[in-house]
């Protein structure tokens, strides 16, 4: 069943492997080195994850959406507290799912890049596991051809192959380079999903969500993501582990990127790009831009008023220029 369900993708995978190490052979790479293969990987993660912008976005917008409401569910878990009744628990569930129904959040919406990718992440390993086989046999795999199986099972970075793993070296003679080059990229995967998840709640979380139930989530993604990559990652293949730190740094760029330009309203973010504005003379993010009134209407405003106008002041009335002002009359002294 699974084998089924991968096999699209894994068809797709290999197809799109295949397709960018023609490319770059043809821009004058060499077919059977393994920077070829490595520089086709990473093609695949720009396309991938080009995709998947759309899916960011959502991400982002229901991550904003889960920490304005964090307030409200803070009430809902002071109105039900003590209470552990089966009833009171399914109010509160229901109460939940309305309010996060209303504003359009989903916490799980953080996962749903991680979870698309998961069956092409899945199909690639697949096919980089199955390629030593394939390459015994002098046969191709899915859409790569024999002669690609064989170049790519060959090829080497850094004296590891693209099919071997931590725990397994198909040559012994480079064993060495093989622990070196795989325990480099595990330590590169595992730490980039660390820095991406605290750069996240260091500066793009309100004080409010970090101090609510949002917060009980973000520290089991800071810590359990990069430790269940970690020890996955010494059975990973070369070629998986490229694609995945390949995958995470393009993360880290496109979050930071957002974070700086975008950031959620009342983080420690925003206060920093208001800073930068102000540096530069520009208002705070979201105030609007009023025009101030030109300098001949506002002093046309303040200066004296309409001919004929009559214009009160602490003194007595008088009347503007345009009007002939009749003489006072003195109190002339009895004689």
């Not at 990718?117 to 390459?135: E, H, S, T």
């Not at 070629?239 to 740094?249: A, E, I, K, Q």
């Not at 790009?273 to 002093?299: C, D, F, I, M």
């Amino acid at each position: 069943m699974f084998e089924a369900i991968l096999a699209p993708f894994r068809w797709i995978m290999s197809w799109l492997l295949g397709a960018f190490h023609t490319v770059l052979e043809m821009a004058g790479m060499s077919p059977d080195s393994g920077w070829t293969w490595a520089l086709s990987i990473l093609l695949l993660v720009v396309l991938i994850r080009t995709l998947l912008i759309p899916l960011f976005v959502k991400q982002i917008n229901a991550q904003r959406s889960m920490q304005a409401i964090q307030p409200e569910l803070q009430k809902l878990q002071a109105k039900y507290k003590g209470k552990k009744d089966s009833l009171s628990r399914q109010a509160m569930a229901l109460e939940q799912q309305a309010l996060m129904k209303e504003h359009k959040a989903n916490p799980f919406a953080a996962c749903l890049p991680l979870l698309i990718q998961m069956p092409f992440f899945f199909a690639l390993y697949q096919v980089l596991i199955g390629a030593r086989g394939a390459a015994e046999r002098g046969e191709g795999m899915d859409a790569l051809s024999a002669d690609q199986i064989r170049s790519f099972e060959g090829s080497t970075i850094f004296g590891a192959r693209m099919s071997d793993t931590l725990l397994r070296s198909f040559d012994q003679a480079n064993t060495v380079a093989v622990v070196i080059v795989a325990l480099i990229l595990i330590v590169l995967m595992s730490g980039s999903m660390f820095f991406m998840q605290k750069m996240l709640m260091t500066k793009n979380m309100t004080q409010t969500a970090l101090t609510g139930p949002m917060m009980q989530t973000q520290q089991i993604m800071l810590y359990a993501m990069p430790l269940i990559f970690g020890i996955g990652g010494i059975n990973f293949p070369i070629g998986v582990l490229l694609y995945w730190t390949y995958s995470n740094f393009w993360a880290v760029g496109q979050q930071w990127w957002i974070i700086r330009r975008n950031p959620t309203p009342g983080s420690l973010a925003e206060q920093e790009l208001n800073e930068r504005r102000a540096a530069k003379g520009l208002p705070p993010v979201g105030q609007k831009v009023t025009s101030a009134p030109a300098p001949q209407a506002a002093a046309a405003s303040t200066s004296s008023p309409a001919a004929g106008e009559l214009v009160r002041t602490d003194a007595a009335p008088r009347r503007t220029s345009n009007q002939r002002q009749q003489p006072q009359r003195k109190n002339r002294r009895k004689k």
